[in-house]
């Protein structure tokens, strides 16, 4: 059964690349004749290569590193006893690294051919270039889910073994850690520097090619939001596979009912089936609305996905609960992303607000957009609070042998439907950078005032879709960390158990351990936030600097007679980038190994409760912020409360330059710090178990 | 023995009152010749008495509400079986809040007189000057230790129930609420209403008579800082000794040995009677640095303190391990006082980056205070963490029968030492803003620079000193609450036994419903910071229409021949404050009753943790971020980085006018919420222990 539902698995994910491939190729054959934007596009494409190569080649040698530690000690020390088992791990640990690099470069690739075209494009109107920013889009969700769902169908049926999986999430995870967290840093580096050196001090427009930084900046867009948000939806969709794949397996084997692995497999194959569906149809109209027609197709594949599972339960005789609680899971998800739209919306009182206090000076726009930012938090603490609550209640009824591995199985599984549509919001997510690029070259390409307007409306269609999928995003990082506590906690046992220790039955909040470990925990997201914002700005201030010494040195730059050095500013952003992030990724990684080996497993329960409770807490408020920022800055410019160029129009622009690392660099990062924290606990649960201080 | 400690107790608490008093008369001897200071002091302390007659007024009709509701439910409802018992608990929750309400009230008189007289003495050198701001400031320490010791020991004397001292704490909460949150809507509302119609609309000096914002922005430093910051403590310190009697006095009937309770009423009294021996100590030289000498006499306290109850443990035979619980989370405090200083004195880096980033305008004044904040959280919460661990550890061991109850017993101790030197505490910061003041009334009284450079000099020292205090408050309002977490769960089992049903030994993290508990509880201090900020901001909104109608109505004014309407800011500032704050405050409590009704005792547990990691998270990063954008600032106009009216000095006014509410308003009112949750939870444990949804 399991083999079958695997082959279906991996029947779908080749369905998808294939449709990929087709959408690809249909953009790829799309018109681009402008050689200004030829040039320029060109430029952006090399660009994003030259990083994509260097922060690969780091990547690898870390992950070469890492390889070899898990070949070392995964799942057993090898100097106790040295199995093929190890390299079974190490292989994984490397195959979730490849697979989500692969993803990655796909979007890449396609996300720089299509900007150009999709500008072109709005020559002809806003129907054909809608269409080549949304396929664009789709090639990378395709890519991103295809690839996740074959690469655990495939490690599960080559290894057979569920902590293999959880190897392969930490490659993922790892990858998310450099593409997320070092794009984020690149593109608010290449971002703040253009705009300090070329709006502020020169006056010069935002996409003018006379700044060194013009070209950092668009290669920013796609590194930091194409590749770096597929990574980390790669990796959160991983993990919470391999979260409920570790409880399934051992369901499977202990309860008698040997359909949970299935379960697990079938929702996600016809997750990402339903995700081809929904992309399928996502159709607009010749003057149609842009954002309708993304949110419907989400609402589409939500729908599909729904049937589609219930027919499968019924086929292949599944559990109704376990289904319940996954398309509950998808429901939260949905609503809780319609909720955190409301907050950063530009028709809602929240943005208006914002931009109204703006007329009393900067201060006041920050304040009421921190004060909007921790609102925020609420719809979104409260539905993952429910989501969890309920489908533990929902499926600890299944086996009352079992109750409290149901239960948990419940929760990952709420998490796995949260994420099953992860194929649709990646491909909404994508469209974002794309068409926000076809503005940019539109402008550069100087293709009128019609076709400008056009992008704008595609662009800003594209920010509220983004709101809506960040919520979205973010609460199902949530939900998957949640269930790799379970993951934890039952790898502790197998340790255990294995050790002929007494097996752990639950974390005690009074325990001081666990309590400790809260602390410190709930520390790590905020002290890890603070050390990418400072590395963007000392980042920045290289960068400054490099422009600076070439508006000195090149003579004609100014008057436009001569080229900047673009490469030199892509170089600084993409070294810095990657200097920046060792560090902050080092504390979080460090301080649980530091906190495991000093309180040992119940600290680090303790541990990765509070850094999922404070994470959560703070990825939503500077996404949201930083959204609401970002959007009252736009209000402001379409004329409202003095329009551009007032003094709420300057206020407006101080919140939105606070808010670019706030929802761009750190707030997203943070999914991916707990999740890599959470997988690095789970992995090395047998270590803290025997080796600790206090035990 | 119990009695004999506690009319040591009561007998300390008296000498307090009379040091109180011969401060106070001496403050009072000291000259006040100058006319306008006598004026304007005369009018100070007018507009606070009228704010705290009608906070106490309105107050007062809310605690008549819950004391009946108190009557009607504690310790059992009245519809099961009416005892006298709950007539007592009402008595005490009222007498919680008279005694608070008095310390405040002493606070405020004496502080409003010693402004003026601490200004001219001045005159004299910085001597007279500091001694009459100092000494006006301990009387308030005094009175705040005075009647919390004084208070705590008569309920107990008088009821013997230690629920009873829980209500007087939840009276002394109450209280807190309207004094801290209240206090600090207030104080922002005239400082931001002072600042944009003053210094920004009208170019007219910080303090010029001629606003009519002025007395009330004058009027909040005083009901904002010192009140509040008074009643915020006293919360702190009494809720510190509730928690640790709740299971003194289980353990001197269970365990066999009697002398727990007395070891809490004895090293609170010796507590109280350090700081009277600290605060005779305190000197300064005629050139002396006024900030050593405050810093010195906490350090001479804290030594005095551990000497003192080392001598009471082998004179009554305590246990050690609980005494170097109580001198460990001393020490502790003390330290993340420091540690946490770094990241706010003017003299380190992280002030100077910040105010070195000023130069590329606001946003990045911003984005640095907001990453520094985020890094001064580690410290507090490593020390929270370190000092729960070690003195769980340390008492675990004292008797193996109730290891879990004498560890509680010893975190709640470690919060007893922690708080024990908070006599010296309020008395330095209460010292801050009557050197504040005094520096605002040199001027109008134009006392000449030299005056002013010395109120300046003191002034500052009140700003350093208080960033050594706030993180020593936050970090003990954390481990009260963790002790309160103990003493809820040791509420819940009374109720249990009495009730019948099974006790609860743990709450696991891994039950949902304490997981759901955890992410709604954590949400709150969010939420709750979020409302205050918003209101602060309408307030502040109202005020300025009413600053500008005075200016259009009232002939003259412009030009300084007529005097403006003074109390109908205060009026505007107090009303709106009580306003602002009782929607907060409703969430915070309906919440905290909404979950315990839904997912019962492991819900509330949950949603205690929730909000106590968020909390702590956010009150320091709350507070520090403000700290550091302050003495940014200060440092820009000591000549730094372009001094007064450069670029950079705007940027950094703007991330004072941010950091103002995040310190004064929102920042520390956190703490009060957490205490205030804590509290309803224990009390209302046998509720949610046999009516809630899912149990």
Redesign the interface.
Known sequence: MVTTVEIMGIVIALLAFAYAAWLYSWVKQQPQENQTITRIGGLIQEGARAFLNRQYALLFKCALVIAIIIMLLLPTPAWQSFSIQNVFMAVSYIAGTLFSAFAGKVGIEVATIANGRSAEAAKKGIKPSFMVGFRGGAVMGMAVVGACVFGVCLVYLIFGDPQAVLCFSLGASSLALFAKVGGGIFTKTADIAAD?TGK?ELGIPEDDPRNPAVIADNVGDNVGDVAGMGADLFDSNVASLAAALVIAAKLDVTSGFNKNVATVFCYAALGLFASILGVMTARIGKHGNPTKALNSSTYVTTGIYAVLTALATVVFGFRWEIWAACVLGLLVGVIIGITTDYFTDDSKSPVHNCAH?SH?????T???G??????S??PA??G???S??VS??LCEGIDPTFS?EY??FG?SMAAVGMLSIVGMIVSNDAYGPIVDNARGLAEMGELGDEVIDITDELDSAGNTVKAVTKGFSISAAGLTV?AL??TF?SEVNSAASELGLPLV????????????????G??IP??F???L??GV?RNAQRMVEEIHRQFNTIPGLKEGTADPDYNRCIDIAASGAMKELIPAGGVAIISTILTGFI?GVPAI??FL??NI??G??LAL?MSNAGGLWDNAKKYVEAGHEGGKGSEAHKAA???D??GD?FKDTAGPSINTQITVVSLIASLLSTLFLTLAL?R
Chains 1, 2 share one sequence.
């Open positions: 300090l502020v206090a009393t000076g900067p201060a006041f920050i304040l009421s921190v004060s909007y930012g921790f609102l938090t609420l603490m409260v993952t609070g429910i969890t609550l533990y209640k409290s239960a948990l929760i949640i506590l379970g906690m039955t639950e974390f005690d909040v009074m325990d001081p351990l666990v309590f400790f470990g809260m602390l410190v709930a520390a905020a002290v936030s603070a050390m914002m400072l700005d309180g329960a303790g409760v509070g409770l404070s959560l807490l408020f622009v101080v919140g330059t606070v690392p206090f």
